[in-house]
């Protein structure tokens, strides 16, 4: 196993310095899986969302989908990922009037909900002032109380993809 960092990820997504994305594309055909761990898959979104690219949601959704159909790429932990990606494409698309969830939103607290799993904890909640973040599952308010009811261990994220 190898991991890429964002520079190199971007490359081979962009295709934007022919230098660059050849030796990118060289790393991802080599045969090996290529880590993607979720700090470099959330700049990445980042990046590409930013002011430089503009990247719609649309279009991004349509990335992180690419990547999961890429066979040597592997992340942290593609359950929590690919839950993410559905929570963050379900949301619909940002408009001016109304803030929607964003993709690192999405992957706290799945990214959560899965270490508390993991460690047999009980998830109570992920505290945000983010009102778009708190229409996720266990996001809350600090000082309210969660909806939903605790996991011990993770089955929703568990269910196949």
């Known amino acids: 196993m190898i991991a890429v960092d964002t520079s190199v990820l971007l490359r081979y997504l962009l295709q934007d310095d022919e230098d660059q994305a050849a030796r990118a594309g060289a ?6 899986t290529v880590l993607v761990t979720d700090v470099v898959l959330v700049e990445t979104i980042w990046t590409l969302s930013g002011r430089k690219y503009r990247l719609s949601k ?3 959704v349509a990335v992180l989908e690419r990547l999961f159909s890429e066979p040597s790429i592997r992340f942290e932990d593609d359950d929590v990922v690919w839950r993410a990606l ?3 494409r379900s949301d619909g698309e940002a408009g001016e009037s109304t803030k929607h969830v964003g993709f690192a939103d999405a992957l706290i607290v799945f ?11 009980l998830l109570d909640g992920v505290y945000t002032f983010d009102a778009a973040m708190q229409r996720l599952p266990y996001a809350v308010a600090p000082g309210e109380r969660v909806n939903w009811p605790s996991v011990a261990r993770g089955d929703e994220l568990n269910e196949p993809r």
């Open 27 to 32: 790393v991802f055909a080599a045969g090996e």
């Open 58 to 60: 649309a279009q991004l």
């Open 86 to 88: 559905h929570a963050y």
């Open 111 to 121: 990214k959560a909900l899965r270490t508390a799993a993991s460690d047999g904890e």
